[in-house]
């Protein structure tokens, strides 16, 4: 007597079976699009902006004229931005993953605290735009400078960079503070000798990566009113300034079909910069995370 | 040998006074800084709550949430925030309709069936698309996709909702796939073994063990996605064009209630005027409308939590 009839469980199995594969094709489908679609962007923008990449495109002010227009003011805006940004982001994250990670006590503040911050990564950039408007540019005075732009955006990527923070520190090992601990090392020497050099990639890594979605942000640069045509650059953190998204935000407005081509050799440019970034973070965190 | 003895240095290290000074100050300033974050959520609040209190002493909140027409800039304005909403919506249901099959899609590729090289690959690629500039997205849309759209279907206009709303998916696609997948690679593998193990096949495990686990971790993702739709401003600003209007149709041009500000923000509305005062209040709704998402986004991922 045959306990199982092949040819019967064939005839059942076959169908799952080639459901399974045809919709395993289809989930890699839905993968490849994101890919897809990528590729045709990077692809359209080289294609449209390749050409326009000249030497005079980096030492050019901005203008009205497609022939004569380049990225300096931008540029080296973005450069004032980012420099002003980066330590007061820096200061103000990783103080405040220290204290939630090593200080706080475990109490209803503190909760509050944390869910404030994941609430604050969801609140929209426009909505931070509104905020420097109020808080920096009009109660401040400090107008429409680096100075405000940048306190805006550290406000903007500091739960980006305390979470990140967080998990950096929260990954270094209780063996490894109580063997400091027991040394006779304070807490604080602890924490500046021991926790923060361990878990120094991690924070940098995110911080690069806030740093570079700062790069790309343009929504709370219009709201403030950060100017697209200027003709200087900033030489202090309270002049105005230009940068390269706001400076493609006004170009891909502009009527002349040449402004196409120029906005895509400036996305290009700003790619560039925020892939180079992006890669650096890749790198220290393969290469300098350590595992205990 | 020196002629301390050692409790005689411990002593005199314990008794410095720099060092007593720091570790007394430290938590305090960290402290301080770490209320700049509330300070920040407070400080939304309140800017946006006192400027649209304002607007509404000069335009009645009925009008605000009953009128269907948004007109700001006419001689005789028109501040009904439905015809806005409606914009955003409209953005918002075709960015989550193509965003939430290709993601979870992607996700259930990613934690079920690719092999840990291909994951390794296709992972930091979906980064890269999630770090793109909205504004570079934006130009993308209006350049590529609208002309792409107009020679398939020509009624459509140069500023639509369509082409904005699916480059707005593609740009979600990378968060729905990635916190999808965390959600589902957190299902532990026992429980797959036993639906293998029973006889089913890898996509009948799929839908019927690993999805329902991850649920929850699956709505939190969607949820999340619908916020970032909501709350993002550049691609609509550019490639939806800036009519608002209360209808269904997603051919014509549209403003969202993000679009408004930037329209406002890059004029020059006078300080102190109906039309700055506006740009408050329409911030306010947009802000009340992605925390209410982000509260429920972690409302689901509470529950997801709890399971394991």
């Given at each position: 007597m045959e306990l199982i009839n092949k040819n019967e469980i064939g005839k059942k199995l076959s169908g799952r079976l080639l459901l399974n594969k045809t919709m395993k094709y289809i989930f890699l489908l839905c993968t490849l699009v994101g890919l897809v679609v990528l590729a045709t962007l990077l692809i359209d923008t080289i294609i449209d902006g390749w050409s326009y990449l000249s030497a005079e495109f980096f030492t050019n002010f901005s203008s009205s004229r497609p022939d004569n227009a380049g990225i300096r003011g931008a540029l080296i805006g973005t450069l004032w931005l980012m420099a002003t940004t980066a330590p007061i982001a820096i200061i103000l994250s990783v103080g405040t993953a220290l204290y939630l990670e090593?200080?706080?006590?475990?109490n209803k503040i503190t909760d509050f605290i944390k869910i404030n911050i994941s609430n604050l990564a969801g609140v929209p950039s426009v909505v931070f735009g509104l905020l420097g408007l109020t808080l920096f540019v009009r109660m401040a005075g400090l107008g429409n400078s680096v100075l405000a732009a940048a306190l805006t955006m550290s406000l903007m990527i500091l739960p980006v960079i305390v979470v990140a923070s967080q998990e950096a520190i929260r990954s270094v090992p209780s063996s490894i503070r109580e063997a400091s601990i027991g040394m006779g090392a304070t807490k604080w020497q602890t924490i500046t000798r021991v926790i923060l050099p361990a878990s120094l990639p991690g924070i940098i890594t995110g911080i690069i990566l806030a740093l570079s979605r700062a790069i790309g942000e343009t929504a709370p640069l219009v709201v403030i009113g950060i100017?697209?045509?200027?003709l200087f650059t900033p030489t202090s953190v309270f002049d105005t300034f230009s940068a390269l998204p706001m400076q493609i935000f006004s170009w891909v407005k502009m009527?002349?079909?040449e402004f196409q081509s120029i906005t895509a050799a400036a996305i290009l440019v700003l790619l560039f910069i925020l892939f180079l970034m992006n890669s650096v973070a890749i790198y220290i965190r393969n290469k300098y995370s350590k595992r205990f | 040998m020196s002629d301390y003895n050692i409790r005689e240095m411990i002593d005199n290290k314990k008794g410095r006074r720099s060092t007593v000074f720091i570790e007394k100050m430290v938590p305090i300033i960290l402290l301080v800084i770490t209320s700049v974050s509330v300070l920040t959520t407070i400080g939304i609040l309140v800017t946006l709550l006192s400027e649209t209190v304002m607007f509404f002493t000069r335009v009645s909140p009925i009008e605000f949430l009953t009128s269907t027409e948004w007109s700001a800039?006419?001689?005789d304005p028109q501040w009904g925030i439905f015809a806005l909403i409606m914009g955003t919506l409209k953005i918002t249901v075709i960015a989550v309709a193509f965003a939430v099959p290709i993601g979870l899609g992607a996700a259930i590729y990613l934690s079920e069936y690719a092999s840990d090289r291909v994951r390794r690959v296709i992972k930091p690629i979906l980064e890269i698309l999630a770090g793109i500039p909205t504004v570079v997205y934006g130009f993308f849309a209006l350049t590529f996709v609208t002309p792409l759209i107009r020679s398939i279907w020509?009624?459509?206009?140069?500023?639509?909702?369509i082409s904005p709303g699916l480059v707005v998916g593609v740009m979600i696609i990378p968060m729905i796939a990635s916190l999808s997948e965390d959600a589902m690679s957190s299902v532990p593998n026992s429980m797959r073994e036993g639906a293998l193990g029973l006889g089913s096949t890898r996509l009948e495990t799929v839908f019927k063990v690993v999805l329902p686990a991850a649920v929850s971790g699956i709505m939190a993702s969607i949820v999340l996605a619908v916020s970032r739709a909501i709350g993002e401003t550049m691609i609509v600003s550019i490639a939806a064009g800036s009519t608002p209007n209360?209808?269904?149709?997603?051919?014509e041009s549209l403003q969202t209630m993000t679009g408004f500000i930037v329209q406002v923000a890059s004029g020059d509305a006078t300080y102190g005027s109906d039309v700055y005062f506006s740009l408050y209040a329409v911030g306010m709704t947009l802000f009340v409308f992605t925390l209410l998402m982000n509260v429920i986004a972690q409302w689901f991922s509470r529950k997801f939590r709890e399971e394991y």
């Open positions: 090593e200080y706080a006590p475990k100017p697209t045509i200027l009527p002349n079909p | 800039f006419s001689s020509p009624e459509v206009n140069l500023f639509n909702a209360a209808s269904l149709n997603i051919m």
